[in-house]
């Protein structure tokens, strides 16, 4: 999403998401929310993102996520010029690896 975005946007459901308890209510409130093709595609996204910000380079990322170049481009794009909604993800989650 563009920093630039003017649509006034739905709390509601990030406050929603900021309810959820363990990885099994993410899950089911996420399959509720979203179809199959969204999931999956939401999921490889991410997958993308954390590879990249591993450094890794697209030709591994397209072999291990079946990404295409197009889908590997627009998310180094996010995580380059982006909010910065990765790189906070991925630092904590390397955070509470390290404990």
Request: proline share 0%; aromatic share 10%.
């Amino acid at each position: 999403m563009r920093k630039n975005y003017q649509k006034e946007r739905n709390l509601n459901m990030y406050k929603a998401i900021l309810e959820l308890k363990s990885v099994d209510e993410c899950k089911a409130f996420f399959d509720d929310l979203c179809s199959i093709s969204e999931i999956l595609a939401m999921e490889q996204r991410f997958e993308v993102a954390h590879l990249l910000y591993l450094d890794k380079i697209y030709s591994d990322i397209m072999a291990r996520t079946g990404a295409s170049s197009a889908i590997i481009s627009r998310v180094n794009r996010s995580l380059q010029t982006g909010t910065g909604g990765y790189a906070l993800v991925f630092d904590r989650m390397k955070e509470e690896e390290e404990k």
